[in-house]
């Protein structure tokens, strides 16, 4: 049974397509951690911050659940530009500076973060092999790093020299260049299709439920994901008020730490190919990170800039570094014909944790403070990577 990517053609080249899903992340990446990037300019609090980042989850979530019949119907490149025409109107909203700007600016975004990696990932599994597949879906999840170290080096720069609503513009101008690449490319990877059957409720969560590693995977997403957005929103806050870090000097922490994830995403997926064993890979990523998170919020004040900037990069390279091999490992344990709503479907779970990540860093900034928080994550991530013991302890690397 085809699905909605799936062309009656001979198959197109896999380096367009995987470029072309890269940029959408990086996209959504940079407009999601846009507001964050610029909050010590724009005078953002940290719950202001929390709230953007729970409304795009809130829509995250049932957009990426039931995404996948739209992608079967309208394919992964349509999707694509309907995204980023998202991104456009998101920005657009959170230029205007007010609360219920970015309330609704993290609404909007929200139906973008949530199709755009199950639509990435029904387009490529058609055409990659299945022996380079968690390398090629680590290299399209770098997407994430590439806006996030853009987003870190330049919109600093471009708040302090004309304000924050030139941030959000620039954003919006790359997501209507990238609404012309989708819409450009899109008649090489469309053809007739043949959508399989709508699965109603219990069908799409019976695709999470039925195989215990796939349902080990979706649990330990929860608390990877929590600890990759906290990082991600929440840096260059701690870096200013409790690592001793100037504006200039968390962004730059912050991008060793995007930069990290990106040579993690690529290097993971690699370590995961060679040694097919993607769930080992993804026990020891867990553990890296719960050390990180622990270190920074416990003693980061201590390490002197070297140090901070050196476990920055480090807590990048597993916090930041673990989505690609985990897509892969979700595309290898789906049933063929339903990688795009299986992937969906595990997503949700891991949006959950992004959704409440945010709310329990507020609650425990306002408690005791941001470091109490990072350490909390790490206990958190310990035990997400302990599922992943019990879960696949007798299919690892199979």
Known sequence: MLDGNTAIRPAPALLPALAAMTSLQALVALALFAPGVVAPRAHIEVWQLSMFSCAVFAVGIPA????????????SLRIASLCAGAIVVSMALASFGSTAALLAAGLCLGLAFG????????????????????FVFSVRQTGNQIGAVCGSLVLPAIAIALGPAWCYAAVGVCALLAIALFEWMRPAYAGKAVPPPELDLRARLALVTADRRIAMLALASMPFSAMQVSLNTVFVTLGTRELGLSHIEAGMALACAQA????????????????????????????????????????????????????????????????????????????????????????????AGLL???????????????????????????????????????????
């Open 260 to 351: 990290g994830g990106l040579v993690g995403r690529l290097g993971w997926g690699f370590v995961a190919m060679r040694l097919n064993a993607s769930r080992g890979v993804l026990v020891v990523i867990g553990l890296g990170m719960a050390f990180c998170a622990a270190l920074l919020g416990l003693d980061g004040a201590s390490l002197g800039r070297t140090g901070q900037f050196a476990i920055a990069a480090v807590f990048g390279l597993t916090a930041s570094g673990w989505n690609g091999v985990f897509i892969a490992e979700i595309a290898r344990l789906a049933p063929q014909d339903r990688i795009g709503e299986t992937t969906g479907a595990v997503l949700t779970a891991s949006y």
């Open 64 to 75: 990426s659940f039931w995404g996948g019949g739209f992608i079967a119907r309208m394919g």
């Open 356 to 398: 409440a990540a945010p709310a329990l860093v507020s609650i425990l900034d306002g408690a005791a403070s941001l470091g109490a928080a990072f350490f909390a994550l790490a206990c958190i991530a310990l035990c997400g990577t302990l599922a992943l013991i019990w879960g696949g302890h007798d299919n690892a690397g199979k």
């Open 115 to 134: 199709p755009e990696t199950p639509a990435s990932a029904a387009l490529l599994a058609r055409l990659v092999t299945a022996e380079r597949r968690a």
